[in-house]
Protein backbone atom coordinates (compact mmCIF):
# COMPACT_ATOMS: atom_id res chain seq x y z
CA UNK A 1 0.00 0.00 0.00
CA UNK A 2 1.19 3.69 -1.13
CA UNK A 3 1.58 5.50 2.30
CA UNK A 4 1.78 9.07 1.89
CA UNK A 5 3.98 11.73 4.07
CA UNK A 6 0.78 14.18 4.44
CA UNK A 7 -1.07 12.34 6.93
CA UNK A 8 -4.36 14.12 5.48
CA UNK A 9 -6.23 11.62 2.89
CA UNK A 10 -8.17 14.90 1.57
CA UNK A 11 -4.91 16.89 0.78
CA UNK A 12 -3.30 13.64 -0.54
CA UNK A 13 -7.05 12.87 -2.19
CA UNK A 14 -7.11 16.19 -3.65
CA UNK A 15 -3.05 16.11 -5.15
CA UNK A 16 -3.96 13.19 -6.66
CA UNK A 17 -6.48 14.76 -8.71
CA UNK A 18 -4.41 17.17 -10.10
CA UNK A 19 -1.83 14.53 -10.93
CA UNK A 20 -4.03 12.53 -12.54
CA UNK A 21 -5.76 15.18 -14.98
CA UNK A 22 -2.22 16.20 -15.78
CA UNK A 23 -2.50 19.62 -14.90
CA UNK A 24 0.04 21.49 -12.83
CA UNK A 25 -0.48 24.74 -11.16
CA UNK A 26 3.16 26.02 -12.80
CA UNK A 27 4.34 27.36 -16.10
CA UNK A 28 6.43 25.62 -18.17
CA UNK A 29 9.03 27.83 -17.08
CA UNK A 30 8.48 27.80 -13.42
CA UNK A 31 8.94 23.82 -14.09
CA UNK A 32 12.27 24.06 -15.80
CA UNK A 33 13.54 25.96 -12.86
CA UNK A 34 11.75 23.43 -10.67
CA UNK A 35 13.22 20.49 -12.61
CA UNK A 36 15.66 19.78 -10.04
CA UNK A 37 13.34 19.35 -7.02
CA UNK A 38 11.68 16.31 -8.89
CA UNK A 39 15.17 14.21 -8.84
CA UNK A 40 14.58 11.65 -6.58
CA UNK A 41 13.19 8.07 -6.70
CA UNK A 42 9.54 6.85 -6.63
CA UNK A 43 7.40 4.30 -6.04
CA UNK A 44 4.38 3.58 -8.14
CA UNK A 45 1.17 2.09 -6.57
CA UNK A 46 1.71 -1.03 -8.51
CA UNK A 47 5.04 -1.26 -6.51
CA UNK A 48 7.79 -0.43 -9.17
CA UNK A 49 10.20 1.80 -8.83
CA UNK A 50 10.97 4.83 -10.89
CA UNK A 51 14.13 7.38 -10.34
CA UNK A 52 14.03 10.74 -11.96
CA UNK A 53 17.47 12.40 -12.36
CA UNK A 54 19.47 15.13 -13.82
CA UNK A 55 20.52 14.60 -17.71
CA UNK A 56 21.95 16.39 -20.60
CA UNK A 57 20.57 20.04 -21.08
CA UNK A 58 17.18 21.11 -20.26
CA UNK A 59 15.62 17.73 -19.37
CA UNK A 60 15.39 15.02 -16.89
CA UNK A 61 15.88 11.29 -17.67
CA UNK A 62 13.82 8.13 -15.91
CA UNK A 63 14.90 5.02 -15.23
CA UNK A 64 13.20 1.89 -14.25
CA UNK A 65 14.30 -0.98 -12.00
CA UNK A 66 13.45 -3.28 -14.84
CA UNK A 67 16.13 -1.12 -17.14
CA UNK A 68 12.88 0.67 -18.89
CA UNK A 69 14.33 4.37 -19.30
CA UNK A 70 13.59 7.26 -21.21
CA UNK A 71 14.22 11.50 -21.90
CA UNK A 72 11.96 13.83 -20.76
CA UNK A 73 11.14 17.40 -22.42
CA UNK A 74 9.04 19.82 -20.48
CA UNK A 75 5.98 21.12 -22.57
CA UNK A 76 4.70 24.66 -22.62
CA UNK A 77 1.66 23.33 -20.63
CA UNK A 78 4.13 21.83 -17.86
CA UNK A 79 4.12 18.35 -18.52
CA UNK A 80 6.92 16.44 -19.75
CA UNK A 81 6.81 13.74 -22.77
CA UNK A 82 9.34 11.30 -22.33
CA UNK A 83 11.23 9.32 -25.74
CA UNK A 84 12.33 6.41 -25.80
CA UNK A 85 15.80 5.62 -24.41
CA UNK A 86 18.19 7.03 -26.13
CA UNK A 87 16.62 7.65 -29.97
CA UNK A 88 14.79 11.01 -29.52
CA UNK A 89 11.29 8.87 -30.31
CA UNK A 90 8.32 9.45 -28.10
CA UNK A 91 7.00 6.88 -26.53
CA UNK A 92 3.66 8.22 -25.59
CA UNK A 93 4.06 8.30 -22.13
CA UNK A 94 3.48 11.45 -20.21
CA UNK A 95 4.57 12.33 -16.76
CA UNK A 96 3.58 15.25 -14.43
CA UNK A 97 4.76 16.18 -11.04
CA UNK A 98 3.78 17.88 -7.95
CA UNK A 99 5.03 21.35 -6.78
CA UNK A 100 8.53 21.09 -5.31
CA UNK A 101 8.25 19.64 -1.85
CA UNK A 102 4.99 18.03 -3.05
CA UNK A 103 6.68 14.74 -3.64
CA UNK A 104 4.37 13.07 -5.60
CA UNK A 105 4.40 12.39 -9.95
CA UNK A 106 2.14 10.87 -12.18
CA UNK A 107 3.78 8.31 -14.30
CA UNK A 108 1.59 7.57 -17.57
CA UNK A 109 -1.52 7.24 -15.44
CA UNK A 110 0.21 5.91 -12.33
CA UNK A 111 0.62 7.74 -9.05
CA UNK A 112 4.42 7.73 -7.44
CA UNK A 113 5.56 8.96 -3.97
CA UNK A 114 8.94 9.92 -3.87
CA UNK A 115 10.93 7.36 -1.46
CA UNK A 116 12.46 8.95 1.88
CA UNK A 117 15.94 7.85 1.81
CA UNK A 118 18.20 8.28 4.67
CA UNK A 119 20.64 10.92 3.36
CA UNK A 120 23.86 11.68 4.93
CA UNK A 121 26.30 14.70 3.54
CA UNK A 122 29.53 14.61 3.92
CA UNK A 123 33.88 14.88 3.11
CA UNK A 124 36.67 13.18 3.46
CA UNK A 125 40.13 13.07 2.70
CA UNK A 126 42.74 11.34 0.96
CA UNK A 127 46.56 12.29 0.94
CA UNK A 128 45.71 15.53 1.69
CA UNK A 129 42.69 15.86 -1.14
CA UNK A 130 39.22 16.36 0.05
CA UNK A 131 36.65 14.46 -1.80
CA UNK A 132 32.74 15.17 -1.44
CA UNK A 133 30.76 12.21 -0.97
CA UNK A 134 27.10 11.17 0.33
CA UNK A 135 25.49 7.85 1.90
CA UNK A 136 21.88 6.93 1.17
CA UNK A 137 20.44 4.51 2.88
CA UNK A 138 16.57 2.85 2.68
CA UNK A 139 14.14 4.24 4.88
CA UNK A 140 13.98 2.20 8.59
CA UNK A 141 16.31 1.26 10.99
CA UNK A 142 17.90 -2.48 9.82
CA UNK A 143 21.26 -3.38 8.91
CA UNK A 144 21.63 -2.95 4.99
CA UNK A 145 24.68 -4.22 2.68
CA UNK A 146 26.04 -0.72 1.07
CA UNK A 147 27.77 -0.60 -2.59
CA UNK A 148 30.38 2.33 -2.80
CA UNK A 149 30.32 3.31 -6.29
CA UNK A 150 33.28 3.57 -7.92
CA UNK A 151 33.77 5.79 -11.15
CA UNK A 152 35.25 5.14 -14.70
CA UNK A 153 36.77 7.96 -16.82
CA UNK A 154 34.07 10.11 -16.81
CA UNK A 155 34.85 13.90 -15.11
CA UNK A 156 30.97 14.65 -14.64
CA UNK A 157 30.06 14.61 -10.66
CA UNK A 158 28.92 11.30 -9.28
CA UNK A 159 26.93 12.87 -7.04
CA UNK A 160 25.06 14.56 -9.54
CA UNK A 161 24.77 11.83 -12.70
CA UNK A 162 24.99 8.23 -10.62
CA UNK A 163 21.52 7.36 -10.84
CA UNK A 164 22.47 4.10 -9.02
CA UNK A 165 22.89 6.12 -5.30
CA UNK A 166 18.95 6.18 -5.29
CA UNK A 167 17.51 3.56 -7.61
CA UNK A 168 19.61 0.55 -5.09
CA UNK A 169 18.54 2.22 -1.85
CA UNK A 170 14.65 1.87 -3.12
CA UNK A 171 15.70 -1.74 -3.40
CA UNK A 172 16.63 -2.36 0.07
CA UNK A 173 21.02 -1.49 -0.67
CA UNK A 174 22.84 1.33 0.79
CA UNK A 175 24.74 3.39 -1.42
CA UNK A 176 27.97 5.87 -1.18
CA UNK A 177 28.65 8.14 -3.65
CA UNK A 178 31.01 10.53 -4.40
CA UNK A 179 33.02 13.05 -6.81
CA UNK A 180 36.24 11.77 -7.52
CA UNK A 181 39.14 14.05 -7.11
CA UNK A 182 39.08 16.71 -9.84
CA UNK A 183 35.17 16.32 -10.27
CA UNK A 184 32.05 17.86 -9.17
CA UNK A 185 32.97 19.47 -6.28
CA UNK A 186 35.89 17.34 -4.57
CA UNK A 187 39.35 18.49 -4.66
CA UNK A 188 42.53 17.65 -6.74
CA UNK A 189 43.82 17.14 -9.85
CA UNK A 190 42.13 14.65 -12.19
CA UNK A 191 43.88 11.50 -12.76
CA UNK A 192 43.50 8.37 -14.36
CA UNK A 193 46.53 6.66 -12.01
CA UNK A 194 44.55 3.26 -10.70
CA UNK A 195 46.39 2.86 -7.50
CA UNK A 196 45.95 7.13 -6.86
CA UNK A 197 41.90 6.06 -7.54
CA UNK A 198 42.20 2.88 -5.08
CA UNK A 199 43.24 4.61 -2.65
CA UNK A 200 40.77 7.33 -2.42
CA UNK A 201 37.88 4.59 -2.84
CA UNK A 202 39.71 2.79 0.20
CA UNK A 203 39.14 6.20 2.41
CA UNK A 204 35.57 6.27 0.40
CA UNK A 205 34.72 2.51 2.07
CA UNK A 206 36.15 3.84 5.45
CA UNK A 207 34.02 6.58 5.64
CA UNK A 208 31.07 5.08 4.46
CA UNK A 209 31.02 2.23 7.16
CA UNK A 210 31.27 5.09 9.80
CA UNK A 211 28.17 7.40 8.59
CA UNK A 212 26.23 3.84 8.34
CA UNK A 213 27.51 2.97 11.92
CA UNK A 214 24.98 0.38 13.51
CA UNK A 215 23.09 -0.13 9.61
CA UNK A 216 26.20 -1.28 7.98
CA UNK A 217 25.33 -4.74 6.83
CA UNK A 218 27.99 -6.03 3.91
CA UNK A 219 30.18 -3.65 2.32
CA UNK A 220 31.46 -3.78 -1.11
CA UNK A 221 32.73 -1.84 -4.42
CA UNK A 222 30.87 -1.50 -7.73
CA UNK A 223 33.70 -0.46 -10.26
CA UNK A 224 32.02 0.16 -13.34
CA UNK A 225 34.25 0.54 -17.12
CA UNK A 226 37.79 2.15 -15.68
CA UNK A 227 36.43 1.25 -12.43
CA UNK A 228 36.84 -2.60 -13.26
CA UNK A 229 41.10 -2.15 -12.95
CA UNK A 230 40.09 0.14 -9.54
CA UNK A 231 37.92 -2.11 -7.73
CA UNK A 232 39.71 -5.00 -7.04
CA UNK A 233 42.75 -2.99 -6.41
CA UNK A 234 41.19 -1.26 -3.54
CA UNK A 235 39.50 -4.35 -2.27
CA UNK A 236 43.03 -5.89 -1.80
CA UNK A 237 43.72 -2.86 0.93
CA UNK A 238 40.06 -2.87 2.30
CA UNK A 239 37.92 -5.13 4.54
CA UNK A 240 35.04 -5.76 1.40
CA UNK A 241 33.03 -8.50 1.40
CA UNK A 242 32.41 -8.95 -2.03
CA UNK A 243 33.02 -6.56 -5.68
CA UNK A 244 30.88 -5.91 -8.49
CA UNK A 245 33.33 -5.07 -11.66
CA UNK A 246 30.65 -3.95 -14.72
CA UNK A 247 31.72 -3.45 -18.34
CA UNK A 248 35.14 -3.69 -17.11
CA UNK A 249 38.29 -5.22 -18.38
CA UNK A 250 40.77 -7.98 -16.90
CA UNK A 251 43.76 -7.19 -19.65
CA UNK A 252 45.81 -4.07 -19.70
CA UNK A 253 44.91 -0.62 -21.08
CA UNK A 254 46.90 -1.47 -24.57
CA UNK A 255 45.28 -4.96 -24.90
CA UNK A 256 41.68 -3.31 -24.49
CA UNK A 257 42.46 -0.99 -27.22
CA UNK A 258 44.01 -3.36 -29.17
CA UNK A 259 40.78 -6.19 -28.99
CA UNK A 260 38.86 -3.03 -29.66
CA UNK A 261 40.50 -2.62 -33.11
CA UNK A 262 40.61 -5.80 -34.50
CA UNK A 263 36.80 -6.05 -33.49
CA UNK A 264 35.84 -3.21 -35.25
CA UNK A 265 38.29 -3.98 -38.14
CA UNK A 266 37.65 -7.94 -38.72
CA UNK A 267 34.01 -7.06 -38.29
CA UNK A 268 34.24 -5.68 -41.76
CA UNK A 269 37.21 -7.13 -43.59
CA UNK A 270 37.13 -11.31 -43.19
CA UNK A 271 39.65 -13.82 -43.43
CA UNK A 272 43.71 -12.47 -43.69
CA UNK A 273 43.30 -9.08 -44.89
CA UNK A 274 41.24 -8.51 -41.82
CA UNK A 275 43.77 -9.90 -39.80
CA UNK A 276 46.74 -7.80 -41.08
CA UNK A 277 44.67 -4.48 -41.39
CA UNK A 278 44.20 -4.77 -37.49
CA UNK A 279 47.46 -5.08 -36.49
CA UNK A 280 48.16 -2.31 -39.04
CA UNK A 281 46.02 -0.31 -37.35
CA UNK A 282 47.11 -1.44 -33.41
CA UNK A 283 50.70 -1.26 -34.39
CA UNK A 284 50.64 2.56 -34.97
CA UNK A 285 48.10 3.35 -32.52
CA UNK A 286 49.97 1.32 -29.96
CA UNK A 287 53.26 3.38 -31.53
CA UNK A 288 51.65 6.71 -30.62
CA UNK A 289 50.29 6.10 -27.55
CA UNK A 290 53.20 4.52 -25.29
CA UNK A 291 55.56 7.58 -26.34
CA UNK A 292 53.22 10.01 -24.84
CA UNK A 293 52.38 10.68 -28.07
CA UNK A 294 55.40 12.29 -29.41
CA UNK A 295 56.79 9.32 -32.09
CA UNK A 296 54.89 7.03 -34.53
CA UNK A 297 53.32 9.38 -36.92
CA UNK A 298 54.83 8.23 -40.27
CA UNK A 299 53.26 4.81 -39.20
CA UNK A 300 50.08 6.25 -38.21
CA UNK A 301 50.25 8.37 -41.64
CA UNK A 302 50.81 5.46 -43.40
CA UNK A 303 47.52 3.83 -42.19
CA UNK A 304 45.73 6.52 -42.90
CA UNK A 305 47.13 6.46 -46.68
CA UNK A 306 46.50 2.78 -46.56
CA UNK A 307 43.21 2.29 -45.42
CA UNK A 308 41.61 6.09 -44.84
CA UNK A 309 39.31 5.44 -48.41
CA UNK A 310 38.05 1.78 -47.40
CA UNK A 311 34.20 2.24 -46.87
CA UNK A 312 35.22 0.77 -43.08
CA UNK A 313 37.32 3.54 -42.17
CA UNK A 314 35.00 5.32 -40.10
CA UNK A 315 33.89 2.19 -37.90
CA UNK A 316 37.52 2.08 -36.31
CA UNK A 317 36.74 2.93 -32.55
CA UNK A 318 38.96 2.27 -29.94
CA UNK A 319 39.52 3.82 -26.81
CA UNK A 320 41.77 6.69 -28.41
CA UNK A 321 42.09 4.94 -32.33
CA UNK A 322 39.21 7.31 -33.34
CA UNK A 323 40.58 10.33 -32.04
CA UNK A 324 44.40 9.76 -33.71
CA UNK A 325 42.85 9.01 -36.75
CA UNK A 326 41.01 12.10 -37.42
CA UNK A 327 43.07 14.38 -35.46
CA UNK A 328 46.04 16.27 -37.03
CA UNK A 329 49.74 15.31 -36.05
CA UNK A 330 50.33 18.95 -34.46
CA UNK A 331 46.63 18.33 -32.24
CA UNK A 332 47.37 15.25 -31.34
CA UNK A 333 50.50 16.24 -29.67
CA UNK A 334 48.79 18.82 -27.92
CA UNK A 335 45.69 17.04 -26.51
CA UNK A 336 46.80 13.25 -26.77
CA UNK A 337 48.43 13.26 -23.19
CA UNK A 338 45.75 14.39 -21.04
CA UNK A 339 43.62 11.32 -22.78
CA UNK A 340 45.97 8.98 -20.63
CA UNK A 341 46.36 11.06 -17.76
CA UNK A 342 48.04 8.80 -15.00
CA UNK A 343 46.83 5.52 -17.14
CA UNK A 344 49.59 2.49 -17.00
CA UNK A 345 48.69 1.53 -20.34
CA UNK A 346 50.39 -1.92 -19.50
CA UNK A 347 48.68 -2.62 -16.08
CA UNK A 348 47.95 -6.31 -16.14
CA UNK A 349 45.47 -6.15 -13.33
CA UNK A 350 46.05 -10.59 -13.22
CA UNK A 351 48.23 -10.15 -10.08
CA UNK A 352 45.42 -8.86 -7.83
CA UNK A 353 42.71 -11.19 -9.62
CA UNK A 354 44.53 -14.40 -9.11
CA UNK A 355 45.07 -13.22 -4.79
CA UNK A 356 41.95 -11.57 -4.32
CA UNK A 357 39.49 -13.69 -2.19
CA UNK A 358 36.95 -12.03 -1.81
CA UNK A 359 33.49 -12.92 -4.18
CA UNK A 360 33.43 -11.10 -7.30
CA UNK A 361 30.81 -10.57 -9.75
CA UNK A 362 31.57 -9.14 -12.80
CA UNK A 363 29.04 -8.68 -15.98
CA UNK A 364 30.01 -8.59 -19.32
CA UNK A 365 28.27 -6.69 -22.23
CA UNK A 366 28.76 -9.48 -25.15
CA UNK A 367 28.11 -6.75 -27.82
CA UNK A 368 30.68 -3.91 -26.27
CA UNK A 369 33.11 -2.13 -28.78
CA UNK A 370 34.39 -0.06 -25.80
CA UNK A 371 35.78 -2.79 -24.03
CA UNK A 372 35.94 -5.88 -26.10
CA UNK A 373 35.13 -9.20 -23.84
CA UNK A 374 36.30 -11.90 -25.15
CA UNK A 375 39.78 -12.17 -23.83
CA UNK A 376 38.31 -10.72 -20.64
CA UNK A 377 35.76 -13.43 -20.28
CA UNK A 378 37.98 -16.15 -20.94
CA UNK A 379 40.29 -14.84 -17.80
CA UNK A 380 37.87 -14.47 -15.80
CA UNK A 381 36.44 -18.18 -16.23
CA UNK A 382 40.14 -19.50 -15.78
CA UNK A 383 40.13 -17.68 -12.68
CA UNK A 384 37.12 -19.47 -11.54
CA UNK A 385 37.81 -22.51 -12.92
CA UNK A 386 41.34 -22.25 -10.34
CA UNK A 387 38.65 -21.60 -7.44
CA UNK A 388 38.60 -17.99 -7.72
CA UNK A 389 35.17 -16.69 -6.28
CA UNK A 390 34.25 -15.07 -9.34
CA UNK A 391 30.82 -15.20 -10.97
CA UNK A 392 30.61 -13.95 -14.35
CA UNK A 393 27.60 -13.06 -16.15
CA UNK A 394 27.39 -11.84 -20.09
CA UNK A 395 23.77 -10.11 -21.48
CA UNK A 396 24.52 -11.28 -25.06
CA UNK A 397 22.34 -7.75 -26.35
CA UNK A 398 24.84 -5.27 -24.40
CA UNK A 399 26.83 -2.56 -25.27
CA UNK A 400 29.13 -0.69 -22.74
CA UNK A 401 27.14 0.37 -19.85
CA UNK A 402 24.61 -1.83 -20.02
CA UNK A 403 22.62 -0.84 -22.54
CA UNK A 404 20.81 -2.60 -25.39
CA UNK A 405 20.84 -0.34 -28.83
CA UNK A 406 18.88 -0.29 -32.30
CA UNK A 407 20.87 0.45 -35.26
CA UNK A 408 20.17 4.01 -36.79
CA UNK A 409 22.40 5.57 -40.10
CA UNK A 410 25.37 2.82 -39.01
CA UNK A 411 25.08 4.03 -35.20
CA UNK A 412 23.84 2.15 -32.46
CA UNK A 413 21.53 4.47 -30.75
CA UNK A 414 20.58 3.34 -27.19
CA UNK A 415 16.95 1.31 -25.87
CA UNK A 416 17.54 0.67 -22.78
CA UNK A 417 19.36 -0.90 -20.06
CA UNK A 418 19.38 -4.81 -19.99
CA UNK A 419 16.53 -6.76 -18.27
CA UNK A 420 18.03 -7.61 -15.15
CA UNK A 421 21.58 -6.05 -15.04
CA UNK A 422 19.74 -3.61 -11.96
CA UNK A 423 18.19 -6.49 -10.26
CA UNK A 424 21.55 -8.66 -10.54
CA UNK A 425 23.44 -5.37 -8.62
CA UNK A 426 21.04 -6.01 -6.18
CA UNK A 427 20.77 -9.78 -5.41
CA UNK A 428 24.53 -9.64 -5.53
CA UNK A 429 24.99 -6.94 -2.78
CA UNK A 430 22.10 -8.49 -0.60
CA UNK A 431 23.59 -12.23 -0.78
CA UNK A 432 26.77 -11.95 -2.36
CA UNK A 433 26.38 -14.52 -4.86
CA UNK A 434 23.81 -15.52 -7.33
CA UNK A 435 21.78 -18.25 -6.67
CA UNK A 436 19.81 -18.25 -9.65
CA UNK A 437 21.71 -16.64 -11.58
CA UNK A 438 20.09 -17.87 -15.24
CA UNK A 439 17.24 -15.46 -14.71
CA UNK A 440 19.41 -12.63 -14.47
CA UNK A 441 21.22 -13.41 -18.07
CA UNK A 442 21.21 -15.23 -21.16
CA UNK A 443 25.19 -16.81 -20.44
CA UNK A 444 27.17 -17.43 -17.56
Not at 129 to 136: A, C, I, Q
Not at 156 to 174: C, H, I, T, W
Not at 194 to 207: G, I, Q, S
Request: glycine residues 12%.
Amino acid sequence: MLTTQWGAGRVFRSLFKVLAAGALATSASGAMADADCHVGVYRLTDGRVVDIAPSEGPTLRWRMFDGETGALALQPNGSWISTFGWTGRPDGRKISFSGCGGGLLNFDGMLGERIPLKVTETSLEDHGVKLLGRLLLPPGQGRVPILVLLHGAEHDSAREFNFLQRLLPAEGVGAFVYDKRGTGGSGGQYTQDYPTLAADAVAALKEARRLAGPRAGRLGYQGPSQGGWVAPLAAKSAAVDFVIVSFGLAVSPLAEERESIEHDVRSHVPGAAGVRAAADFADAIEQVATSNFREGFDRLALVRQRYGREPWFKHIGGGFARFLLDTPDAEIREEGPPLINGINLNYDPMPVLRSLNVPQLWVIGGKDRDAAPYETARRLRQLRSAGRPITVLIYPQAEHGMTEFEMRDGERISTRYSPGYFRMLRDFALHGSLKNAARHSGDQ
